[in-house]
């Protein structure tokens, strides 16, 4: 666990760990996408792993995103576990045909028969000051799709947990990263481990109010909950960590434990996965709720460069803490 | 049936042509069959039949081994056939039974098989070419010596995925080979309308390795196929294989008014004048490498076994309602 380490990584440092260390055990493991290699990534996620892999387990590739996401679908299919990098989360898009109709179906239409053991990792978040194609959070959209399973880490223990069982996952696996997370540090121990995909993990322990928090979120709704603390308000946090599969009974016994409940995400709100686990917590704790389940997730906008009005569009720890007190019944 | 004075490679490759003699009868009488099952309303979904095409899946697939891999498209029967599918689970599956080839949750449009490298057929034009470059690309990495054929019909050019895996495909030499099948109809629109300029050049234009043939002439086919998938096998690089052929059905079995699109005369040339088997039929014969008593007794051998797959599926059973949310994940 994360206070068994003696070490910090940035978040950045522990995916790259994550990678290097099940690219060492598993020669299939390859890393496939735009300026990965030599440039390690814009956001220098990748640093070094050509040096230790060479260019043949590290490909940098023309921008297709289609194109090289759909070869990688192919070379799952085959023998490898290819990890993808989608450099923004926004060119998803440009993957859907391969991720939507191919890797999530493939296994389904096969009978069984065939399996695409690859990672998709890309990136979400705003707040970054890159506009309206750079900055969205669009995991709700693979969440949507049955065969594909969705991971959103919010702590560099996570990150490297998670990722090195999404490599081994026998299912298509999108893995996002948000850009603004990539220097937050924590404790990373050195030792090969996983945090299995749906498992929940209390990042704070808490009686009055359950913040579900995912990706960027988590730091948010911890910021929040000590402003809360001071107002006497405990609030616990509850990270879901995979999107799906889903921790669903976590949710459900922090909300009853404390029969109020937000839930957070930096996707957009409107039909966005706070729907579905205020849905899951709404249903599963029903009898034991004081008050609706409060969502709180992206503006219903495009995400503007404006610095005054970018800042408007996600939930801070203010806005978190605010709609807590008046959950609460404190404003 | 064979004499000393014809030619040696014909004495050489005459197991082969008669192989692929077979295997297109068996794909038209398969399809056939297909015909019948739909218009008697025993077979769901749509049915997109291959008749007229039958020399470029089997003069391609003649050319691979067992373990090579191919991906192909909605109109796939043949494709699957020619790598190796048996009747009895192509009809189960087509007909959504248990014992198809993927549990009846594929139908007619995604039959996949393992045991003979066929990655799956495809009912998003183009959907699998992403697929065959990254199955070439792990054949590459993994050093097995297989190469991927990727199926398409002309629609598919019409697809940017196609042009994206091409040059990937060329830039890390992938051993794979793309055939493009056209057989003149976007579903009901001639491709003139759709495809500007050359089609080969699209493909020489990334430095692939290019070469058009008569897809109604099986040995050519075959020869084309054969060389390309050598090199390819050699680490020589990707390629394009145009063939063009021709579909008698419409594009699926309920388009019979066709005649907005193309002239009934047509359809009777390339019928009459270019039919893959008859012309293969003929030529054996002419060659004494058969005679027709003997191919008559193919065909009706063939229609018989593909009587006993129908039955086989039509009787098979349905799987069972609670299997419907397994495989989702594996």
Not at chain 1, 119 to 128: E, L, P, Q, S
Not at chain 1, 133 to 146: D, Y
Not at chain 2, 88 to 115: N, Q, R, T, V, W
Not at chain 2, 282 to 292: G, S
């Amino acid at each position: 666990m994360p206070e068994a380490a003696d070490r910090e990584l940035t978040f950045a440092q522990a995916i790259r760990e994550a990678l290097a260390e099940e690219m060492r055990r598993d020669d299939t493991v390859c890393i496939m996408g735009e300026d990965v290699a030599e440039a390690g990534t814009p956001f220098k996620v990748l640093s070094g792993l050509l040096e230790e892999f060479g260019k043949d387990r590290v490909l940098d590739t023309p921008i297709s995103e289609a194109g090289f996401t759909g070869l990688a679908v192919g070379a799952a299919m085959t023998g490898m576990r290819p990890v993808v990098d989608i450099m923004f989360g926004d060119f998803i898009t440009l993957t859907m045909d391969q991720m939507v109709n191919q890797a999530a179906k493939v296994h389904y239409m096969s009978g069984g028969k065939w399996r695409v053991p690859m990672v998709m990792r890309t990136t979400m978040g705003a707040t970054r000051r890159s506009a309206a194609q750079h900055s969205q959070s669009l995991h709700a959209w693979f969440c949507h799709v049955p065969g594909l399973k969705v991971v959103l880490p919010s702590t560099p223990y996570d990150a490297k947990g998670l990722l090195k069982a999404a490599i081994r996952d026998e299912n298509p696996v999108v893995f996002f990263e948000d850009k603004m997370m990539y220097k937050l540090k924590g404790p990373v121990p050195a030792d090969d481990y996983t945090v299995p995909l749906g498992v929940a993990d209390v990042k704070r322990v808490g009686g009055d109010i359950t913040l579900v928090a995912t990706s960027s979120m988590v730091q948010v709704a911890l910021g929040a909950a000590t402003l809360l603390e001071e107002i006497g308000i405990s609030a616990e946090v509850v990270d879901p960590r995979t999107m799906w599969p889903l921790d669903e009974k976590t949710l459900i016994e922090s909300a009853k434990k404390t029969s109020r409940a937000i839930v957070l995400d930096e996707g957009y709100e409107r039909y966005g996965v706070t729907a579905e686990l205020a849905s899951v917590i709404a249903t599963g704790a029903f009898y034991d709720m004081d008050a609706p389940v409060k969502r709180m997730g992206a503006m219903h906008v495009p995400i503007p460069f404006s610095p005054p009005l970018e800042d408007v569009t996600v939930p801070t720890e203010q806005t978190v803490f605010e709609s807590a007190c008046k959950l609460c019944g404190r404003s | 049936m064979t004499t000393a004075t014809q030619p040696r490679e014909a004495l050489e490759k005459v197991d082969l042509w008669l192989r692929m003699y077979r295997q297109m009868v068996a794909i038209r009488q398969f399809e056939a069959q297909v015909n019948e099952l739909y218009t008697r309303a025993l077979m769901p979904g749509l049915a997109h039949l291959y008749i007229g095409e039958e020399a470029v899946a089997v003069g391609v697939c003649e050319a691979l081994e067992r373990t090579d891999y191919i991906t192909s498209t909605h109109r796939g029967h043949g494709h699957c056939l020619a790598k190796g599918a048996s009747p009895d689970k192509m009809f189960a599956e087509l007909l959504g039974k248990k014992a198809g080839y993927c549990k009846g949750k594929g139908g007619s449009m995604h039959i996949a098989d393992p045991a003979t490298g066929n990655l799956g057929a495809n009912a998003i034009v183009c959907g699998s070419a992403g697929i065959a470059t990254g199955a070439a690309f792990s054949a590459q990495r993994l050093r097995n010596g297989r190469v991927a054929v990727c199926f398409f019909g002309e629609g598919a050019l019409g697809q940017g995925v196609l042009y994206e895996v091409m040059n990937l495909a060329q830039l890390f030499k992938l051993p794979v080979i793309y055939i493009c099948e056209n057989n003149l109809y976007t579903e009901y629109t001639h491709y003139s309308e759709t495809t500007a300029g050359d089609i080969l050049a699209r493909a020489t234009a990334f430095g692939l390795e290019a070469a058009s043939v008569d897809g109604q002439d099986v040995r050519a086919v075959h020869g084309t196929a054969q060389r390309l998938v050598g090199r390819a096998r050699r680490g020589e690089g990707p390629a394009f294989l145009l063939c063009n052929t021709y579909r008698y059905h419409g594009h699926h079995v309920g388009d019979i008014k066709r005649e907005y699109y193309r002239s009934k005369q047509e359809e009777q040339t390339w019928k009459t004048e270019r039919d893959p088997i008859t012309n293969l039929g003929k030529w054996l014969i002419e060659q004494k490498l058969a005679d027709a008593s003997g191919l008559e007794w193919m065909q009706t051998e063939l229609e018989s076994e593909m009587k006993k797959a129908v039955d086989f599926a039509v009787t098979a059973p349905y799987p069972s309602v609670d299997e419907v949310d397994q495989d989702v994940y594996a």
